[in-house]
Structures are given as C-alpha cells and as structure tokens.
C-alpha cells in the first residue's frame, strides 16, 4: 500500500466515528410550528446493545408527544417551563421535560429511530441551532451525547459527543 493510500485509509478511518453519533433526521424546523424529532442511533457503545434511551427537551419546546416504539416502554418526566407560552389558545407553563425509552434492545450492528412529535415556540431564536441532548444507556457503558457548542460557535461535530442539533429557520 502507498503512503497516500494509507493515509487516505488512515483519514477515512478518523472521520467514521463523527457521523456515528445519535443525529437528528431532519436537519432544519420552523419556529412557531409543529416539529418532528426523528433520533437516529446508530450502534450501541462500543459493541454493547442499547437498552435506554433519553431525550433531554429544551426549553421553548413544547406539546411533547413520544411516539410509542414496540418492545419498548416510553416514558416522560413532567416539569415548569420557564415561562408561559401559548398554544393554540392555552396557555402553558409546565410540560414534558425528558423522554425516555427502556426495556427494549438494539443491537450494536443494527440502527433505529426514536420519534417526538413537539411544537417549537415563537421564544426560540431563528437562525441558530436547537439541541436535544441525548444519553444512551448500553448493556455495558453509556455515550452522552450532549455536548453543545458556546453560544455562537455554530453546529460543531467536532466535539467527541455532540448533541443532536436542529437548525431552526424564521416564520415564512
């Protein structure tokens, strides 16, 4: 093999494990309008299947409904906002802070997808990047994926755990 062969190889090699994170399937959302969160996982943490799921729901988020997964349970952790947002005439000041899905298992060389249906308020920001921090639970190890960039910086997987991101876009 050639050196530029192998440093090809060796450059490939470094760059595999960035796209391996838990990821957001659509990329970009709306403020002021309905989302789905689509996670996807990958693999488990270093060959150990996935028995644990949760999502971390950040603040100006709100209507949170998991979608139910066969084999697995969901369940959510209830909390207050901090502050009031309306939706679509009501108002709320507390709703669903964390989803979780357990009791299931995925094996490390198959991926899948764990689905939130929420509504993204008029308090978010457009033009910057939403982050859902996830932490996956294996049957041996956990990967936290929740690292968020500083305040500026822009979407990064340069860090070792990113957490999923979403780009969110003005009211057309």
């Known amino acids: 093999m050639s050196k530029q062969s192998c440093l090809i190889l060796i450059a490939t090699l470094a760059a595999s494990p960035a796209a391996a994170h838990v990821s957001i399937e659509t ?37 949170v409904k998991p979608m139910p997964k066969a084999g697995w349970t969901v369940d959510v ?31 490390d060389k198959n991926y899948d997808e764990f689905v939130v249906s929420t509504f993204l308020t008029d308090s978010l920001k457009p033009n910057t990047v939403l982050y859902f921090p996830v932490v996956q639970e294996c049957e041996s190890g956990v990967s936290r994926w929740i690292e968020i960039p500083a305040a500026g910086a822009g979407h990064s997987h340069e860090g070792k755990s990113p957490a999923p991101g979403v780009k969110l876009l003005p009211k057309p």
């Open 77 to 107: 952790v209830e909390g207050k906002y901090a502050g009031e947002y309306d939706y679509h005439g009501n108002k709320l000041s507390s709703g669903v802070k964390e989803v979780a899905w357990s009791g299931g298992k995925l094996p």
């Open 27 to 63: 990329k970009q959302a709306t403020v002021g309008a309905s989302y789905k969160a689509v996670f996807t996982v990958p693999h488990g943490c270093a060959g150990s299947p996935t028995v644990k799921i949760r999502v971390q729901i950040p603040e100006g988020v709100i209507a």
